[in-house]
Nanobody, 123 residues
Framework: QLIESGGGTVQAGASLRLSCAAS????????LAWFRQAPGKEREFVAA????????SYADSVKGRFTISRDNAKNAVYLQMNSLKPEDTAVYYC??????????????????WGQGTQVTVSS
């Protein structure tokens, strides 16, 4: 089970750090990702990281502002979000694949999901 934390309500320009930890599954062998879903919109890919932490990918909309990282010793993945914008408002989900790297932005390629954490950015 994946459990996200760190969401909240902030003003535009602020930062938040999301965390996701696994309670029963070892994540160190698997690629991890963050997705988000805004009200009335489809779920979209945000960022992914491979099992070693050496390879990452980002959606164009967050490049240069968000950083994904992981700590395999803590069985956790993080999303540092800087310079937040109102359009970043969404429920953010972490997801785990069954591969060391997933060259995909499709949610269907990730098998385990957290329950989500709300991020609200006010203007």
């Amino acid at each position: 089970q994946l459990i996200e934390s760190g969401g909240g309500t902030v003003q535009a320009g602020a930062s938040l750090r999301l965390s996701c930890a696994a309670s029963t599954r070892t994540l160190s062998d698997f690629a991890l990702a963050w997705f988000r879903q805004a009200p009335g919109k489809e779920r979209e890919f945000v960022a992914a990281i491979d099992s070693s932490g050496g390879r990452t990918s980002y959606a164009d909309s967050v490049k240069g502002r968000f950083t994904i990282s992981r700590d395999n010793a803590k069985n956790a993945v993080y999303l540092q979000m800087n310079s937040l914008k109102p359009e970043d408002t969404a429920v953010y989900y972490c997801a785990a694949s069954q591969m060391g790297w997933v060259p995909s932005t499709q949610g269907s390629d990730f098998r385990s999901w957290g329950q989500g954490t709300q991020v609200t950015v006010s203007s």
